[in-house]
């Protein structure tokens, strides 16, 4: 294999990757906090459709970037009244998300039909950006370095911030949290408005940077490979950084399997499409065969906080 | 003009037999309603974009005359098509168009259960008598694109992606392959099943991914313009499928195939407002109208241009088919499957659409 | 000022049923609201959603037909929900269903008999809980929790349907495309009459809930169901076991959406096509919240879902409503009911002063 190709497929997984990592961090905060949201694939679309007629409307890709933020924020507000205020089962209530985020992108999404906008695919200038070798670290749009730099900046807040440590509190124990005097609600809020913002920004990838045009059902189910992937990464940062690298590698190698033969395509293209699914099984069984604190799902994930006292 | 049907057993009985005009239709006093289901949406650009022109191609050819009602994502099998084809019948349509191969069987049930009804299936095989079939033939398309890619790939190899392995679309891999190999004798086609007709995420991905491996052209069988925008950017020349897609690639869209169903639809309208409808299989073609191809990107060379005009021409006067013999075609998995054509022999239509072999060329993975 | 939840003393019955009443016509107002301002006839779109199907005769089949396996399924997710064991993973045992009694059919192609069908519906039981066995296992032995692994399995089990009908059950004669051979008259559920559209599985539906409610309200299972899902440490000292009611639930749940796969593939289908999985266990999850767990108000719930998913097609035909349409009803639903739910047990309090010490 030339230097190139391996350039190529290296930037083909990244590609693919960046997506499900930043729903994943953001769905990662959401968890931490103890709130589970289902409605990833939801706000996927409505980021997808609200970045992409920001882009065609106002033509610069950073305020669609930006716009597709609002929108999963927005969507996620929702969902957070509904299970925070009100209590109401998150399970159902992200399910729902989905099925409303499906109907709502593709309604809002009619009049962009047929268009496109400038990919959003280039931050570094040509000369670094489309060398042959060199692009494998400057070639890619400004939002894989944005998810980077999220990936740092989450570990170091969930893990070196007072705000990490009470937000992390409240995931693990809200009654006591709320008892030393957290608000809880108001913590697991801004967990999700993120959790939100950050799959209106994975979404917008799909209808910016990969493939800038929009269609309804676009991100066609990649909201339940980020929400798989949080797990697989047991809820830590890098390790979903990771995660989200393997899970590309797999999809990636799929198309490039068939493209090359080989040994790889002697596998069925299926068990490609199910290895991600199959592989956080497999880590949900090593977390709790291992049974270590810091891997674990956070012990209030999903349960609603009423306050005892 | 009646094709070979496709199966030996079918099923909801073929009765092309004679059977009285259907007496519930008007005729020519009341508007006739002619209702559509979609696969999918109009905004896919591509399958059910074409067959939403053409319904709109309809409404505006007969206007008074018809009122036309579509249903959106009916889907590709199962009980919901069957609710949307009888939805359509009660609402009162007297002409009703199930766009998807996989409507089949739903509109041969629903069709037995509303005899004054005229039912339409796109792609399909079995018919009633109020049933009938239409199609359109692809392949002549393809050996046109085939042609240019001969032409004009350095390399001689191109990309082909491919949702699943039935007979349309071996076809149509087939058609391209010939049609290079007849200019360039050592042209590959690099062929990949993704198991999808719309994903446009995935479709750019195994594009990317062809473009990697070195094709220098890529072609597409599946029906978002995600491929044809990735060219674009990455300058590599490819053909539009379904509909019109140079807008997404004006440098690098060479030309597309549009599936031009508007004039199957006006015909058919009218010979049921004229009471002279029968149950038929059509398989239109370039010759009539079936399909048509955008005119060449200004980056086809003029000599180019030519030799793809004289492929497309032979289609249309009879002179040229890209099946014609020495030919054989196998399939790696099982050989009862394989293909035999003689030397100077034009398969019948049967064989074409039973076609699960590949020519040599053709290079299938997954 | 700050709002605040304050548990009533006895749930509200009026609430109880009063709020799904309410949800709807909330939805039906909104609804039409907002496709008003988007440019539709907002009242007479959701008068054709929410009264067509009911007031058309010819519909109440394409209901039935449509409920029948939302009714299943969602009464099987009710009990284990009671349990508070989370199974989202129904649509995926749905399909294992499916499996189980299309492994039959392709075993018994060129049989003949009455015993066919049986043997299929418990081969799509048996499928259904196969699925479901894994995630009880899990979350038994190992306390890996059901939610996450449920939802994984939906995902495998599809790609293993699209798997065998690519390859291994493909009909020879299908040209290539992937389904598999058409179900024999003996593999295939009868209809209930001649001309109708509804199978056996209409009334198995019903059968499936009323048994249901007999089983929570009036057995001993239902009250270890019951007893683990809302009071764990009385149920500890009443002698329950809490694994053996995760098993139970998971098995039941997934048993009944293997159920429900097997019928839908052996009635409406009559074959298996990668199209086969569209979201029913999914919204089966909507319909017995919708249901409020109890076996009897699911059936009306997924009267009501079918109701959205029918009328929203007649409003394509009629009103040129687009599709997208029906999944924004939908989700405004279950916002709502959700929403009005919560009332049921709590009461909202306005309270003026916060709680002490910083927010985050």
């Given at each position: ?6 350039v ?7 590609l693919?990757?960046?997506?499900i ?12 906090s103890?709130?589970l949201?289902?409605?990833?694939e ?7 459709v ?18 597709a933020?609002?929108?999963g924020?927005a ?17 159902a ?5 989905t ?12 009049p962009?039909?047929?268009k496109?906008?400038p990919?959003?695919?280039?931050l570094?200038?040509?000369a670094?950006?489309?060398h ?8 890619y ?6 998810s ?31 008892a030393?005097?957290y608000s ?11 959790g939100g ?10 209808s910016?940077v990969?493939?800038?045009?929009w269609?309804?059902?676009l ?6 490979i ?6 697989f990464a047991?809820w ?5 950084l990771?995660?989200?690298y ?7 190698l ?7 033969g ?16 199959l592989?956080?099984?497999l880590?949900?069984v ?6 270590s ?5 956070p ?5 609603p ?5 | 003009?009646?094709?070979p ?9 073929v009765?092309l037999a004679?059977?009285?005009?259907l007496?519930?239709l ?15 949406v109009?905004g896919d650009?591509?399958w059910?974009?074409?067959h ?13 005359k018809?009122?036309v009602?579509?249903?959106?994502n009916v ?11 009888r ?10 168009f199930?766009t ?12 037995a259960e ?5 039912f339409?299936h796109?792609t ?7 049933l ?7 392949y002549e398309?393809?050996?046109?694109l085939?042609?240019i ?19 349309e ?12 190999r ?11 099943y ?13 594009a990317?991914?062809?473009i990697?491996?070195?094709?220098d ?6 029906d978002s ?27 690098q ?9 508007g004039p199957?639809?006006?015909?058919t ?7 002279t409808w ?19 990107n200004?980056n ?6 030519a030799?793809?005009?004289v ?5 249309i006067?009879?002179?040229?088919h ?15 499957l ?12 049967g064989?074409l659409?039973?076609m ?8 299938v993975?997954? | 000022?700050q709002l ?16 799904p009443?309410l ?13 008003s301002l988007?440019?539709?006839d ?7 959603i929410?009264t067509?199907?009911?007031t058309?005769p010819?519909k109440?089949?394409?209901?039935g037909v ?17 349990a508070n064991?989370?199974?989202?993973g129904?649509?995926?045992?749905y ?5 189980g ?24 039981i ?6 479901a066995?894994?995630?009880?296992f899990l979350?038994?032995?190992l306390?890996v ?10 995902y495998a089990?599809?790609q ?20 598999t051979?058409?179900f ?11 001309g109708t ?7 198995i539906a019903?059968?499936v809930?009323?048994a ?9 299972f239902g009250f ?6 809302s009071a ?8 329950f ?6 098993w139970l639930?998971l098995l039941a749940?997934?048993?009944l959406?293997?159920l429900?796969?097997v ?7 009559r ?5 086969f ?5 999914f919204?089966?999850i909507?319909?017995?919240f ?6 009897l ?14 009328g ?9 409503l687009?599709?997208a349409?029906?999944?924004?009803f939908?989700g ?10 919560v009332?049921v047990r ?6 003026s002063?916060r ?6």
């Amino acid at each position: 294999m030339s230097p190139e190709f391996i350039v190529a497929i290296v930037a083909a997984i990244v590609l693919v990757a960046t997506p499900i990592l930043l729903a994943g961090l953001g769905e990662l905060v959401v968890e931490k906090s103890g709130v589970l949201n289902l409605g990833v694939e939801g706000m996927m679309l409505i980021g997808a459709v609200t970045g992409f007629a920001a882009t065609a409307t106002w033509g610069n890709p950073y305020l669609g970037v930006i716009a597709a933020a609002v929108a999963g924020a927005a969507a996620s507000m929702i969902f957070g009244f509904l299970t925070l205020t009100l209590s109401a089962n998150q399970v159902a209530t992200g399910l729902a998300l989905t099925i409303f985020g499906g109907g709502f992108s593709a309604l809002a999404g009619k009049p962009f039909l047929g268009k496109t906008v400038p990919a959003f695919v280039q931050l570094f200038p040509d000369a670094l950006a489309l060398h042959p070798i060199w692009r494998v670290v400057f070639g890619y749009s400004p939002v894989v370095y944005f998810s980077l730099f999220m990936c740092v900046a989450i570990a170091w807040f969930l893990k070196r911030t007072r705000a990490g440590l009470i937000l992390r509190a409240v995931g693990e124990n809200d009654q006591s949290a709320h008892a030393i005097g957290y608000s809880v609600i108001g913590v697991r809020y801004m967990a999700v408005a993120f959790g939100g913002a950050m799959a209106g920004i994975a979404g917008s990838m799909f209808s910016m940077v990969m493939t800038p045009i929009w269609a309804e059902g676009l991100t066609a189910g990649r909201g339940w490979i980020a929400l798989a992937l949080v797990v697989f990464a047991s809820w830590r940062p890098f390790r979903l950084l990771a995660g989200a690298y393997v899970f590309g590698a797999v999809m990636t190698l799929e198309v490039h399997a068939k493209a090359a033969g080989g040994i790889f395509s002697a596998l069925p293209p299926e068990m490609w499409a199910a290895l991600p699914y199959l592989a956080t099984l497999l880590v949900l069984v090593l977390i709790s065969l291992r049974r270590s604190a810091a891997s674990s799902a956070p012990a209030c994930l999903g349960r609603p906080f009423i306050p005892t006292a | 003009m009646t094709m070979p049907t496709r199966r030996t057993i079918l099923k909801g009985g073929v009765a092309l037999a004679a059977m009285p005009a259907l007496s519930g239709l008007a005729f020519g006093q009341e508007k006739l309603k002619v209702g559509f289901a979609y696969l999918a949406v109009p905004g896919d650009y591509g399958w059910t974009y074409a067959h939403d022109v053409g319904a709109n191609d309809l409404a505006a050819a007969l206007g008074d005359k018809v009122e036309v009602t579509k249903v959106e994502n009916v889907g590709e099998a199962g009980p919901n098509v069957e609710r949307v084809l009888r939805e359509l019948a009660q609402q009162g349509n007297k002409l009703i168009f199930a766009t998807t191969f996989g409507h089949m069987e739903a509109a041969v049930k629903v069709s037995a259960e509303f005899p004054d009804v005229i039912f339409e299936h796109c792609t399909g095989f079995m018919t009633g008598p109020n049933l009938g079939t239409y199609n359109a033939r692809f392949y002549e398309g393809r050996a046109v694109l085939g042609t240019i890619a001969g032409h004009m790939s350095k390399k001689g190899v191109a990309g082909y992606i491919a949702s699943f392995p039935i007979p349309e679309v071996v076809m149509g891999m087939n058609a391209f392959l010939i049609a290079a190999r007849q200019v360039n004798p050592n042209f590959v086609l690099k062929a990949a099943y993704i198991s999808t007709w719309f994903d446009p995420a995935k479709e750019a991905a195994q594009a990317q991914a062809f473009i990697d491996q070195g094709v220098d052209f890529l072609t597409q069988h599946t029906d978002s313009p995600a491929p044809v925008e990735l060219c674009e950017r990455l300058g590599i020349p490819c053909f539009g499928q379904a509909s019109d897609m140079a807008a997404f690639g004006p440098e690098q869209c060479l030309t597309s195939i549009v599936d031009n169903w508007g004039p199957h639809y006006i015909k058919t309208a009218e010979a049921v407002l004229a009471g002279t409808w029968t149950p038929q299989q059509p398989w239109d073609g370039l010759k009539d109208g079936g399909l048509i191809m955008t005119p060449y990107n200004k980056n086809v060379p003029a000599d180019v241009a030519a030799a793809a005009d004289v492929v497309k021409n032979g289609q249309i006067d009879g002179s040229y088919h890209v099946f014609t013999g020495p030919l054989e075609l196998t399939n790696p998995a099982d050989a009862s499957l394989n293909i035999s054509i003689a030397d100077g022999v034009v398969p019948d239509d049967g064989v074409l659409l039973g076609m699960q072999a590949y020519a040599a060329g053709v290079e299938v993975i997954a | 000022m700050q709002l605040r939840l304050e548990k009533r003393p006895e749930p509200s019955r009026v609430l109880l049923y009063g709020a799904p009443v309410l949800a709807v016509l909330l939805t039906m107002v909104v609804g039409a609201i907002l496709f008003s301002l988007l440019g539709y006839d907002g009242v007479g779109s959701v008068l054709e959603i929410f009264t067509r199907p009911l007031t058309n005769p010819l519909k109440w089949q394409d209901l039935g037909v449509k409920a029948a396996p939302l009714i299943i399924i969602g009464v099987g997710l009710s009990i284990a929900y009671r349990a508070n064991v989370w199974n989202i993973g129904a649509e995926g045992q749905y399909v294992a269903g499916a499996l189980g009694g299309t492994a039959v059919v392709l075993l018994t192609m060129n049989m003949e008999g009455p015993w066919i069908l049986p043997v299929m519906i418990v081969g799509g039981i048996l499928g259904g809980m196969a699925l479901a066995a894994i995630p009880a296992f899990l979350k038994t032995q190992l306390n890996v929790n059901e939610i996450l692994t449920t939802l994984m399995l939906n995902y495998a089990i599809v790609q293993l349907l699209y798997y065998l009908l690519r390859s291994p059950w493909k009909d020879p004669m299908a040209f290539g495309f992937p389904r598999t051979k058409m179900f024999t008259a003996d593999q295939s559920l009868p209809y209930l009459w001649s001309g109708t559209i509804m199978t056996w599985g209409v009334p198995i539906a019903l059968l499936v809930a009323v048994a249901a409610w007999f089983l929570i309200g009036r057995t001993v299972f239902g009250f270890q169901v019951r007893t683990v899902g809302s009071a764990p440490n009385a149920a500890r000292h009443g002698g329950f076991s809490a694994k053996q009611t995760v098993w139970l639930a998971l098995l039941a749940s997934g048993g009944l959406a293997g159920l429900a796969g097997v019928l839908e593939a052996a009635g409406p289908f009559r074959q298996l096509v990668p199209a086969f999985p569209t979201g029913y266990g999914f919204t089966a999850i909507i319909v017995a919240f919708l249901g409020r767990l109890n076996p009897l108000g699911v059936v009306i719930a997924g009267i009501v879902l079918a109701i959205s998913y029918v009328g929203g097609e007649i409003a394509q035909t009629t009103m040129g409503l687009p599709s997208a349409a029906t999944g924004i009803f939908q989700g405004m639903l279950l916002f709502f009911l959700l929403a009005g739910d919560v009332f049921v047990r709590y009461r909202l309090r306005v309270v003026s002063a916060r709680p002490a010490g910083g927010t985050a």
